[in-house]
């Protein structure tokens, strides 16, 4: 009797482990998405789906080619797609090639191409489409969101390099004072060291200070021992671009509630540097 109760306690702690580290395992794993989706359906001009057509999705800036293969309808998708700019080629026997580019993924971004219509002609003339105004902002996500490219990341002055600065150029941020106002904030902008950044100097939305999270290529790198601020200065030098979700986001994003999620740039065909003095 004592030697079935036993087994039983062993089964049970061991089934309990084991759920504790699919659990602990999941979300770790969801809160390092920071890549995009693109998905689409080939069809002909009447509206017909082409079937096993290929289509090659190229990064701009690197040149980096993935290649994929409609299936018996027309349908297609290319996952885990990095932050960047993207262009789309499209060929099916039969049919002139299709071709548009400047398709821009942010992080997360979950995009479709919905305008595909392949015209009848010879595979060596080219139909090109160009990117519609309304495919800057992804058209299947509820979330409310605030994108810091490239070109802000740049040419837009901060303080301290650090990329989190820009959330006090965002509307619904503003500084909090030392006293829960909006005076005697000891915030400077300098990069002093970790924890000088400005998580817990800025209140989003009528949130506390707190309710800030900030991930890196997925990380989270918020003190953990208070939520108040960095443990890792996000350098805009090394900064594709940064996120700023504050409401509607996925649950790959499981802290909050409002969410700073920056990129690190991945590389391109050509050699760049910066140099200041």
């Not at 595909?116 to 409310?144: F, M, N, Q, R």
């Amino acid at each position: 009797m004592f030697s079935t109760f036993t087994t039983r306690f062993h089964t049970a702690l061991l089934l309990l482990l084991s759920l504790g580290m699919v659990v602990v395992t999941t979300s770790r794993v969801t809160a390092q998405i920071t890549t995009g989706t693109l998905t689409g359906t080939v069809a002909d001009s009447s509206g017909a789906v082409i079937p096993h057509a290929n289509i090659t999705l190229t990064n701009e800036a690197s040149g980096d080619i993935r290649r994929v293969v409609s299936n018996s309808e027309g349908f297609f998708t290319f996952s885990s797609i990095p932050p960047a700019t993207y262009s789309v080629d499209i060929e099916s026997k039969g049919f002139e090639k299709w071709h548009k580019g400047g398709i821009g993924f942010n992080n997360g971004d979950k995009r479709n191409l919905s305008d595909i219509a392949l015209v009848i002609g010879s595979a060596t003339d080219t139909v090109t489409v160009a990117s519609a105004a309304d495919e800057i902002t992804p058209v299947d996500s509820g979330e409310k969101a605030s994108v810091i490219g490239q070109k802000q990341l740049q040419n837009v002055a901060i303080v301290g390099r650090n990329a989190a600065e820009f959330i006090k150029i965002l509307p619904g941020f503003a500084i909090i004072g030392g006293g829960g106002g909006l005076v005697n904030n000891a915030y400077t902008g300098e990069n002093s060291g970790t924890g000088s950044g400005p998580i817990g100097s800025f209140s989003a939305n009528g949130q506390r200070t707190g309710a800030l999270d900030m991930t890196v290529d997925g990380a989270h790198v918020i003190d953990p021992g208070c939520n108040c601020g960095q443990a890792v200065n996000a350098n805009t030098d090394m900064t594709q671009e940064v996120k700023v979700m504050t409401s509607n986001f996925g649950a790959e994003n499981q802290k909050g509630p409002i969410v700073i999620a920056a990129v690190g740039k991945s590389g391109g065909k050509d050699f760049h540097g910066e140099a200041y003095i």
